[in-house]
């Protein structure tokens, strides 16, 4: 069966948040009674208006939505782990919809687990994402320093994920593994909504730049939602590591000839991350090439890294409460130590960590 998406676009964000319910009906069916797990984007304290989160008020309404079906939603989300889960659903207005609609707003860090085994090695995620009727996963559309995107995929994966098993992901196959915490809950995803209303390109997930698109994208494939989605940034989904993988493993479809899209989608042209891959970068990278590179122990390192601007650091060492294998000692960073994450880069406040160059990750040593 043909996945479907819709594709409302208008002059304001009101406009299509306002007929969300509408888009929803035409791709689920909630019953009463039903529990319904909602999963927003909120990866950090940061307002919607920075394209960082999913916006509060696209939110509130789909929560209004199950409701009005007679059924118990909840809201679960865990921010990225250098910030207070708290203080992220407060800011981004998540914890007044919480208590104003009296619903469960669950921090997925908390609670019961159940172990989903990966490539190399075991992520938990929250029982109740398997226990629930539905999910009704709620991403941002945004660029990503590592993932080139963060859609409904990685929404899911690492955003469910715990501590331990997000670093587990980032050392392995991280196209692989993004897929394989997504397959074990892909019956549950019954419908992912994309919330461009305004969005972020370059430097996402967290410091790149907002755009304004009042987009909405409603699908029932959680694969299929992300390669539109994808289409919209001007980016092909296949040239999308972990949407790529998607589509080989069966999660859903990617060629959007085999999508039923509503709607006429637009090309935006998002602004990509700067480590957009040279043709050294694809050569280094390859499997092959990479095993080699290894076992003649050249000293080549084949992950993007980040390198320190000793100009831009305050000394603020947040990087170092993120960084799970004390890699960063600022002003040094230990290579040898450090899985290329990127996760620091995401919670510098000041951009002091960027991308190593091509140039630099040819020639960097293994300290």
Known sequence: MMS???????????????KIAIDIDKIIKIKKGETVLIKPNICAPLPSSTGATTNPLLVEEVVKYVLGKSASPSIIESPIFAYDFEQS????????????????????Q??????????????????????????????VLKTHVQTKVSLGIKNIAMGLSSIKGRHTQHTGNLDETLNEVTKSIIDK???TIID???????????????????????????????????????????????????????????????????????????????????????????????YIIRKTNLGLRTRTKPVLDKDLCDGCEIC?????????????IDYSKCVGCLICLEVCPNHALKHESTLHKLFRLHR
């Open 110 to 139: 908390q609670g019961e687990k159940r172990k989903v085994e990966i490539g190399n090695g075991v992520v938990e995620i929250p029982e109740i994402a398997f226990e629930c009727d539905t999910i009704i996963n709620m991403p």
């Open 189 to 191: 995803i019954r419908v």
């Open 196 to 290: 461009g209303i305004v969005g972020m390109q370059g430097e996402g997930p967290t410091h790149g730049e907002p755009v304004k698109s009042n987009i909405i994208l409603v699908g029932d494939n959680v694969a299929s939602t992300d390669a539109v989605a994808c289409k919209v940034m001007g980016i092909n989904p296949a040239d999308v590591g972990h949407i790529k993988f998607a589509g080989k493993l069966g999660l859903g479809s990617i060629e959007l000839s085999e999508i039923e899209v509503v709607g006429e989608i637009p090309t935006l042209g998002f602004a990509i991350p700067p480590q957009e891959g040279s043709f050294i970068d694809r050569i280094t990278t390859h499997p092959l090439a990479s």
């Open 320 to 332: 170092t409460k993120v960084c799970r294998t004390n890699a960063l000692q600022p002003p040094e």
């Open 89 to 108: 659903m407060k800011v981004t207005g998540i914890l007044e919809i919480s208590e104003r609609y009296g619903i469960p707003l669950i921090d997925a």
């Open 4 to 18: 479907k998406v819709i594709v409302r676009c208008a002059n304001s964000g009101g406009d299509v948040i306002s």
